[in-house]
């Protein structure tokens, strides 16, 4: 397009000034800053800059100088369509910024609209507690061990020095399978299974076994036909009952809290010997003055009944096959619901086994 | 066992440094575990004192009743010694009589202040007091007239009575019998008072003096010398029957628990709870022949004291005489021959009876008494003539009449115990530093008497601890009196573990998925009856409805372990509807109860290890308890909101939580119709992976869903967990991915409106060959355009190859075999 003009004369042509095409750059400047928005733009763009535009239109007549003018006329010319262009896209880029803030500005929602349309799923505490302890010791080497919920009478009270004229069998409420004779149970405690797990492995033993159990106990809110317990066996060679403290200590420290430990009083469970009750710390006083004497947790005890537990009676190794001169062994049981209920402060075991999807919902997918 | 301070310091000198409180809290150190601590009488406030009745003027009162204004002689207790007038309304008194009155300022328990006041036109300035107004029982039939010359006007009655004590009261385990007894506890209460460094010396009332057993007694055969070592009679004569026992001995047993009946059998308690030997009285004129001890024959029976008339068997030990049986040995004794009213003559009976037959007996006959409790923990065989010995004692010190020189012994204790222990073994096991002076000091504190040999101990056991027979029994006592508190705390050197196992894992996984999926978890008892099999719809004939039963369950409407988790799980969700849920999405998985089997598990020995066949013989016996998983959707799933309209909960959300289920595990899944209650007959899948059948899905039928209170369309599934696990995806291999282009067909099929849309995604993904990479149903027509009985199915196939860009036309060769394979298995056409 810049090639030489043909249809004019030479002669009659003439440049534009450097004055004149500074008042176009200046127009051009003055349209394109005038434009409020893309479409104005354009049409500057196309007044000023397009094809027709004056600027363009001197551009053409440029091949038609005399040879000594061409230059200055080009250089002069060239300036100001660059002067124009870059007018035109820093405009350019100002109104795309303003119509995209525009857009989004439009565009606003409220954020604080509800969006769940579906409620949310959980996990039952006492399946996701059952998790946490077994986590506990899972991080210590030990395993998780499992038996039957419906249990063979022999594992449930003979393997464990619970012989059938033993007066602690009245001490635990048995839910017997109909007929009697056939010596089937619901297991009362979690304890068979640590029986069926010195059968079926060798020492060294360290496991942890969390499971329903079952007593005749009427239904109330601190009792329950069902509850569920967590039973922990090690037998392994010079086990002692300070080896069962310190285990429990951390325990009791995992689960409630650094400070929180365990104390020991003696106690009878016939498949340990020597046998102790296990109390916690109470872990919202401490068992601290004065906070002690008002604390509704522990009723002003300091201590809160958390289980039993003892060395294995060697009676136990002897029938589960386990060599007693060779290996001691400890066990504890406490229970998972009570655990819960005092860790969260749940008043009542009913809302445990109610199915109320607001207890269950509470606590999400993790304790 | 409630132990009333004042009784204990009888036979332990209990400084006064050491308090109730802190005594309580070294005997539970000590392993008699403190339950409550009372404070009796502090409740009370005198003045509280004797009065001698001197006039009742028998007033009748409009009412009907009469009353009775009294003057009563209190002495200088009243601080002018003149009478005092106080109106009383009971009738059981005269002039003469000794009471308890409580004088104006004075207090009793209720609280009920005491002042002067008018009532029925008196002043009346104090108040007679029963039995029950001062907490000394229930008798409210009239007021307390105490023995003749047992006290005096002005005598403080708190002292008289007893009022004030300290009841400490503990729970004794099984093991730990000796403490059902004052002499127990006493001798616990010295070992209390020494961890405080005090020294509280123990006198033990089985320690005297008796006379030589002799052929003069009341004769006595022993049958069964196993189920009976021991019996001991004694005899009383010219017994006063009418005897008052005395208000001391009533209040003590009063405060252990008991109740006062009258002085003889009053005597026989006080002796039970005093050394722990249980007593059993005679009344001799009632008695024909001599004492049988022996086993009951088929048929007999005997009406026991608390008047229930029992059959008997030969497992029955038995107290006979000529007229047959007469006591259930050990447990309760007969109504012909007891103690009465008239009793002037009684025969003493102090025996040692075998544990098992006795825990056996009260068992059998439901019928747990004092005796039985403590017969059945093992009691101390050696102290029946010290204590039939004591009892005629205090029968004839607060009876009259004399003891019978006849005393009969049949049979003796059995030698004592020996235990072999070695010396170190109690700090070996304990993990404390016991020293051997410590376990002999502490060994010997209990009671035993030990001699070194070499490096074991020869512990020689006191008869009042049958529960010692093994060495860890001797380290559980020599432990409790170095004291718990001092078992230091050491982590066990556990080997490295393999964590969490996988089937541990997997669990985690399935209940993680079910909660992203919004569903809630719940957890149910598994005790079902037949109605609720009812409320599923289950046919008669489904397995469903053979279900292992419980010989004694809570309920007789639930006397059965599921099946099932649907029941469960249906009523929870109507639950949660019913309080107000909109809608409900919820999970379980639990062990069902399956019947199977050998039935009968046998006992084993505890001697030795059962063999792997009689292990097995166990598992065998049990009922089959597989993992299942259940889910029931019912009500709003998705709920309407400013975006548009809810939806409601079905079939398809049960599906989806199943598939979710099976695709966290790496499971396939497929759903073919089927019928099955409680589903919709048009509504069912059954579920399967492979060729095996892992539960089913769908909605509820229409009556599943009114039996259960639940919304229509509501949906459920039940599936077994533990088949679904276990066939878990084990090592996954990586794929490897293609890069090279997809290339898309879409094709439309008609079908018979019955040809399931998995079978003809089945038979399109057969016929399209190996290039095929994933294939999806995403439209279903039917209508106008296609005639009746037909719809119309359109899948969306992607093809690529592994290693090349598919040619021009190779995708369409392909879905032509694909629709080609469908027309052949599903008559399906293609709709162009
Ligand atoms: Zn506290």
């Known amino acids: 397009m810049s090639g030489p003009n043909s249809e004019y004369d030479p002669v009659q042509v003439s440049g534009l000034s450097a004055e004149e095409v500074a008042d176009l750059v200046e127009l051009a400047k003055a349209a394109i800053g005038a434009a409020t928005d893309l479409d104005e733009l354009k049409a500057a763009r196309l007044a000023h800059a397009g094809d027709r535009s004056p600027l363009a239109l001197a551009n053409r007549e440029i091949g038609a100088l005399p040879p000594q ?95 059938p004229d033993h007066p602690a069998r009245t001490m635990q409420d048995t839910f ?42 009427e ?68 068992g601290e003055e004065p906070a002690v004497a008002t604390c509704r947790t522990c009723r002003g005890e300091g201590w809160i009944e958390w289980g039993g537990c003892g060395v294995v009676n060697p009676r136990v190794l002897v029938a589960c096959g386990v060599d007693p001169e060779i290996y001691t062994g400890f066990a504890f049981g406490m229970g998972i619901d009570r655990t819960l209920m005092f860790r969260h402060g749940i008043a009542d075991l009913r809302d445990l086994f109610d199915g109320d999807i607001r207890f269950s919902a509470a606590f999400g997918s993790e304790l | 066992m409630r132990v009333p301070l004042s009784w204990l310091r009888e036979y332990v000198e209990l400084p006064d440094a050491i308090s109730a409180e802190q005594l309580a809290a070294e005997l539970t150190a000590l392993g008699l575990k403190l339950e409550a601590l009372e404070h009796v009488g502090s409740d009370m406030r005198g003045p509280l004192v004797v009065g001698r009745v001197l006039t009742v003027q028998p007033e009748a009162q409009s009412n009907g009743k009469t009353i009775n204004w009294c003057t009563v002689d209190v002495a200088d207790a009243n601080g002018s010694g003149e009478p005092q007038g106080i109106v009383c309304g009971a009738h059981n008194f005269a002039p003469g009589d000794l009471v308890v009155v409580v004088l104006p300022g004075g207090a009793l328990p209720g609280p009920v202040e005491i002042s002067e006041r008018k009532t029925y036109g008196h002043v009346s300035a104090g108040m007679i007091c029963s039995a029950r107004e001062l907490g000394l029982g229930d008798d409210h039939t009239g007021i307390i007239v105490l023995p003749p010359d047992s006290a005096a006007p002005g005598d403080d009655a708190f002292a008289l009575l007893g009022l004030r004590d300290v009841v400490i009261e503990f729970e004794i385990n099984p093991d730990r019998a000796y403490a059902l007894s004052l002499r127990g506890v006493a001798r616990e209460a010295s ?25 003069a007694g009341y004769p006595v055969a022993v049958e069964d010398s196993a189920s009976c070592p021991v019996f001991v009679t004694r005899g009383v004569s010219g017994f006063d029957a009418g005897a008052p026992t005395p208000p001391w001995l009533a209040r003590r047993i009063q405060l252990a628990g008991m109740r006062p009946i009258s002085l003889a059998v009053d005597i026989t308690n006080y002796v039970m709870l005093e050394l722990g030997q249980p007593i059993h009285g005679y009344d001799a004129d009632t008695l024909l022949g001599p004492l049988r001890v022996r086993r009951a024959a088929a ?15 030969p497992d029955d030990l038995l107290i006979a005489d000529d007229s047959g049986p007469i006591g259930l040995a050990g447990v309760m004794g007969g ?88 010396a170190d073994l109690p700090g070996r096991v304990t993990g404390m530093e016991i020293s051997v002076a410590t376990t002999l000091a502490n060994l010997r504190a209990v009671g035993c008497e030990v001699e070194a040999a070499g490096s074991a101990l020869s512990v020689t056991v006191p008869p009042w601890r049958p529960d010692i027979d093994a060495p860890f029994d001797l380290v ?357």
């Open chain 2, 335 to 422: 109504a012909t021959t007891e103690l009465s009213a008239t009793t002037t003559r009684i025969v003493i009976e102090a025996a040692h009876f075998d544990p098992a037959t006795i825990f056996r007996g009260q068992r059998r006959h439901k019928l747990p008494s004092e005796a039985s409790r403590r017969f059945e923990r093992g009691v101390d065989p050696t102290i029946p003539e010290a204590a039939a010995d004591r009892v005629a004692e205090l029968l004839v010190r607060y009876g009259g009449g004399t003891v019978e020189p006849g005393v009969t012994k049949v049979g003796a204790a059995a030698g004592r115990r020996t235990v072999s222990m070695a």
């Open chain 1, 176 to 217: 017997w399978v109909d007929p009697v004779e056939h010596a089937i149970v619901l297991r009362t405690h979690t304890s068979p299974v640590q029986a069926r797990t010195m059968l079926t492995r060798t020492p060294p033993i360290y496991v942890v076994c969390p499971g329903r159990v079952f007593r005749t106990d």
């Open chain 1, 219 to 286: 239904y109330d809110a601190t009792h329950s036909p069902m509850f569920h317990q967590v039973e922990g066996l090690v037998v392994d060679r010079g086990i002692t009952m300070a080896h069962l403290k310190g285990s429990l200590d951390h325990f009791a420290t995992a689960m409630f809290g650094a400070g929180i430990d365990t104390r020991f009083r003696p106690s009878y469970f016939p498949f340990t010997e020597p046998s102790a009750e296990v109390d916690l710390r109470c872990f919202v006083c401490r």
């Open chain 2, 299 to 313: 048929g007999e029976r005997l009406t026991t004291l608390d008047g229930v008339e029992r059959d008997l068997g």
């Open chain 2, 476 to 832: 559980e006592e020599v432990a409790r009196i170095v004291g718990y508190e001092q078992v230091p705390s050491v982590l066990p050197p556990a080997p490295p573990g393999n964590g969490l196992s996988r089937s541990g894992r997997l669990r985690r996984r399935v209940g993680r998925t079910l909660a992203a999926e919004g569903l809630v978890e719940v957890i149910s008892f598994p005790f079902i009856g037949s109605a609720a099999l009812d409320a599923l719809g289950l046919p008669d004939d489904d397995s469903r409805r053979a279900l292992v039963r419980l010989a004694n369950p809570l309920s007789s409407e639930e006397p059965a372990l599921t099946s099932t988790l649907l029941p469960g799980l249906l009523r929870a969700a109507a639950r949660n509807l019913g309080r107000g849920a909109s809608g409900v999405a919820l999970f379980e998985s639990a062990t069902v109860t399956l019947p199977r089997g050998s039935g009968a598990a046998p006992i084993y020995g505890v001697d030795r290890r059962p063999t792997a066949t009689e292990l097995a013989a166990l598992d065998a016996a049990l009922p089959d308890q597989p993992e299942h998983l259940g889910v029931v959707v019912a009500g709003e799933r998705e709920r309407s909101g400013w975006w548009g309209p809810g939806r409601t909960g079905d079939w398809t959300d049960v599906l989806a939580a199943i598939q979710a289920v099976a695709r966290a595990l790496g499971v396939d899944i497929r759903a073919h119709g089927a019928q099955r209650a409680p589903w919709h007959p048009g509504r069912c899948a059954e579920l399967r992976a492979g060729d095996r059948v892992i539960g089913h899905a769908g909605e509820l039928h229409p009556a599943v869903c009114a039996a259960h209170g639940l919304p229509a369309r509501a949906a459920a599934a039940e599936v077994h967990l533990g088949a679904l696990l276990g066939l878990a995806a084990d090592i996954v291999p990586g794929p490897t991915l293609s890069a090279f282009p997809v290339a898309k067909e879409d094709v439309a099929l008609v079908v018979d409106e019955s040809v399931a849309a998995a079978d003809v995604e089945a038979a399109l993904r057969a016929g399209a060959g190996e290039l095929l990479e994933s294939i999806a149903l995403f439209d279903i027509y039917t209508g106008d355009q296609l005639p009746v009985g037909k719809k119309s199915l359109a899948f969306a196939l992607r093809f690529r190859a592994a290693d090349r860009t598919l040619a021009e036309g190779e995708a369409g060769h392909a879905r032509d075999a694909a629709v080609a394979a469908a027309a052949a298995s599903c008559g399906a056409v293609q709709r162009r």
């Open chain 2, 191 to 215: 070992l209390a008072a020494a961890r405080r460094g005090l020294v509280a010396a123990f006198t033990d009332p089985a320690a005297r003096a008796t006379p030589t057993p002799n052929d």
């Open chain 1, 69 to 163: 003018a061409r230059k200055d006329a080009g250089q002069r010319l060239g300036q100001a369509r660059a002067q124009v262009a870059q007018a035109l896209s820093v405009r350019q880029a100002t109104l795309e910024m303003e119509q995209e803030e525009r857009i989004l500005a439009e565009e606003r929602v409220d954020m604080t609209l509800p969006v769940q349309r579906s409620s949310y799923g959980s996990r039952h505490p006492v399946t996701t507690g059952s998790e946490l302890i077994a986590d506990v010791f899972i991080a210590m080497g030990w395993e998780v061990a499992e038996g039957p919920v419906v249990e063979a009478e022999w594992l449930n009270f003979d393997a464990l020095n619970l012989g």
